[in-house]
């Protein structure tokens, strides 16, 4: 049974750092690609990152480049996401997701197997 935990939210003041797990079971992570999401109330949710399973490769939205980094353990399989700058607009909560493949994709419709989602919070 495939199973994704987040954690590593919290409450952070702007410009500060977070970083998020995505622990893995059920299936090898290795040997697919891993995508965070991310939901504000009101607001459709939001490809944010992928990391591939072969090379390494990653994907960013616009808004995170530079901010965020995406990397993954294997041995642990576990995917985290890097946030540093944050940013009050970066306030939602953030799931991850794999569509057990080796695709880059950072659209949700294409994945069918999500996380319960970490609350993020950026705020003076």
């Known amino acids: 049974q495939v199973q994704l935990v987040e954690s590593g939210g919290g409450l952070v003041q702007p410009g500060g750092s977070l970083r998020l797990s995505c622990a893995a079971s059920g299936f090898t992570l290795g040997y697919y690609a891993i995508a965070w999401f991310r939901q504000a109330p009101g607001k459709e949710r939001e490809g944010v990152s992928c990391?591939?399973?072969?090379?390494?490769?990653?994907v960013y939205v616009d808004s995170v480049k530079g901010r965020f980094a995406i990397s993954r353990d294997n041995n642990k399989n576990t995917v985290y996401l890097q946030m540093n700058s944050l940013k009050p607009e970066d306030t939602a909560v953030y799931y991850c997701?794999?569509?057990?493949?080796?695709?880059?994709?950072?659209?949700?419709?294409?994945?069918?197997?999500w996380g319960q989602g970490t609350q993020v919070t950026v705020s003076s």
């Open positions: 997701a794999t569509a057990l493949t080796r695709r880059l994709l950072l659209h949700p419709n294409e994945y069918d197997y």
């Open positions: 990391i591939s399973s072969s090379d390494g490769s990653t």
